[in-house]
């Protein structure tokens, strides 16, 4: 299971939860710089995403999933607006981090952290991380090419890692 670091950071038992049913998962990859984590799981989850090792261009329609506001899953429209490498901080407000981002034409809420971007026919091209904080339709997510090489990494991984503090809201 491929998430954001944020959404697991400080915890000491995280859970996968699939219906009624949750299911122990294990976090074998924590990148609190790239805000990626990595998690492994016998939670029934049906079949695996292709993680496309491409970036795509601006004006790729797409849509996002995700649980936003505690919810049931949705499934959004988004339009990739512009592919930027950003500089900023990592997850704790620390040190200086540069990743490949997609500005999202999206209605990105909180709860949809952690949830792939897709193009038709379900291949992933990006992992949601953040909205803007003064334009509703203006989301976020790593590109996929960094977040493959991160889902390589953990590949052979079966021992957990820690998942450090909890990140400030």
């Given at each position: ?6 959404v ?12 009624a049913?949750?299911y122990r998962a294990?976090?074998?990859?924590f ?5 990626l984590?990595?998690l ?6 049906g ?14 329609q ?23 490498t ?14 490949g ?22 291949e ?6 953040s909205?803007s ?7 976020y ?9 991160r889902?390589?990494?953990?590949e052979s ?13």
């Amino acid at each position: 299971v491929v998430t954001n670091a944020h959404v697991v950071a400080g915890e000491s038992a995280t859970q996968v939860v699939v219906g009624a049913t949750s299911y122990r998962a294990t976090v074998v990859l924590f990148d609190p710089s790239f805000d990626l984590a990595v998690l492994r799981t016998a939670a029934p989850l049906g079949p695996i995403l292709t993680i496309d090792p491409n970036e795509v261009g601006r004006g790729t329609q797409a849509a996002f999933l995700g649980y936003p506001e505690d919810g049931s899953l949705t499934i959004g429209p988004a339009g990739i607006s512009d592919q930027i490498t950003a500089v900023g901080k990592d997850i704790y407000n620390q040190g200086a981090v540069t990743r490949g981002v997609y500005a999202l034409d999206a209605n990105v809420r909180p709860g949809n952290s952690g949830g792939p971007v897709v193009i038709a026919g379900g291949e992933v091209v990006g992992v949601v991380f953040s909205r803007s904080t003064i334009y509703s339709n203006l989301g976020y997510a790593l590109t996929s090419p960094g977040v493959l090489a991160r889902v390589h990494l953990a590949e052979s991984r079966q021992a957990p890692v820690s998942t450090q503090k909890c990140a400030a809201a």
